[in-house]
């Protein structure tokens, strides 16, 4: 089994109009005292006996690249690994220079994952970031010169204003700086961000689904044709690149939740962290223990949870167990393929992936294993 540690670093230069997430920008004099209670939180749990050897440790954010690269690399000192582990930290092209990346490197890290949405400078500014093309060259480049074994880019599509040819040239330009992964993600308007209050307000258009479903379309032609396969709905790579600590997740292995507001498994049940950074600063310090919440799933719920998870994969899930009939019609209407044993979301399930789990989960399932190891 692999498993996996997520650290949740919630500093922000600048916060993104589209961005929900647990990140503030008022709050980097607490940079220290997190970092601080993140290791302190880390060494009481491995002296618990409760932390396996990770097989994958992932930074995510906000902006980990906003830590001195020594404060990361103090947190990742304190996490156990296998000698083999993936260590992922994602980068905003702003703040990522040569010299945090060999810091970076001789901690451990060996894999970038780089915020670029869009190469594209008016869909930037429709997005409210704040760098440009040309410091995710730079970007990329220094990963590169500094070692790091691979590269992840992250794009976005569907912003308004975005033509066809602006996510065209958004795709070549991220293909020519040769990622050896390419995510893609669809533009989701979140209630309360200002992206969603302008869209409620009418004063900015919602994405277009179909506008989305074409640009979806257009990324697997040009990422398959670049020699990089899907292998999650949104996420492609070179053979053998796939990122090892997001197929832990749809596999449905455990991990450890790190920082305020961050997601943990163990078995059946899923625990989060206190969403605040001085809340999870004072919880750790008062050692009254940083979860802020908990659920456990039936053995049902897990099997519906785990369907959905290994359906988004192009592995699929076992086709023992699930209704024939459902199955067949989904074949007959091209949103799966059944082979070996398998059932696969084609194309155009991938675009309709909600509907097809529903259906697919509407009688008793037995999913089996999901992704099969293939994957590096």
Request: glycine residues 10%.
């Amino acid at each position: 089994m692999s498993f996996g540690v997520y650290v949740h670093i919630p500093f922000c230069a600048h916060r993104c109009d589209y961005c929900d997430f647990a990140t503030w920008t008022d709050r980097a004099h607490l940079i220290d005292e997190y970092v601080d209670a993140c290791v302190a939180d880390l060494g009481r749990r491995v002296a618990s006996g409760a932390v396996p050897d990770a097989t994958s440790v992932f930074f995510g954010g906000g902006t980990p690249s906003l830590l001195p690269a020594a404060s990361l690399a103090r947190i990742l000192d304190a996490v156990p690994r296998t000698v083999d582990a993936e260590v992922t930290v994602e980068c905003n092209p702003d703040s990522t220079d040569g010299a945090q990346l060999a810091t970076y490197v001789a901690a451990g890290v060996n894999r970038v994952s780089i915020g670029v949405q869009s190469m594209s400078t008016h869909v930037l500014l429709a997005l409210n970031r704040t760098h440009d093309p040309a410091n995710v060259v730079r970007a990329v480049e220094a990963a590169r010169t500094e070692g790091i074994r691979r590269v992840n880019l992250d794009l976005i599509y569907g912003t308004p204003g975005e033509t066809l040819a602006d996510w065209r040239a958004t795709l070549e330009g991220a293909l020519a700086l040769e990622p050896d992964h390419v995510s893609a993600y669809a533009l989701t308007v979140e209630a309360g961000t200002p992206l969603g209050i302008a869209v409620a307000a009418g004063t900015k258009p919602a994405p277009d689904d179909d506008d989305q479903a074409d640009k979806y379309v257009l990324a697997d032609d040009l990422l398959t044709a670049a020699g990089h396969r899907w292998y999650e709905i949104s996420n492609w790579a070179r053979p053998g690149e796939e990122c090892r600590h997001n197929l832990l997740y749809w596999q449905g292995d455990d991990y450890l939740a790190i920082g305020c507001a961050a997601h943990g498994k163990t078995g059946p049940r899923r625990w989060w962290n206190v969403r605040t950074p001085e809340r999870y600063i004072a919880a750790v310090r008062d050692r009254a223990g940083p979860e802020g919440g908990s659920e456990e799933l039936d053995a049902a719920g897990r099997a519906v949870e785990q369907l959905g998870l290994a359906l988004r994969t192009r592995w699929g899930v076992a086709a023992d167990g699930l209704d024939r009939s459902v199955v067949a019609e989904s074949e007959t209407e091209n949103l799966v393929t059944h082979d070996s044993g398998r059932v696969v979301l084609t194309r155009t399930g991938r675009l309709l992936a909600n509907e097809v789990t529903l259906r697919l989960t509407a009688w008793p399932v037995d999913v089996g294993n999901g992704a099969n190891g293939e994957a590096g």
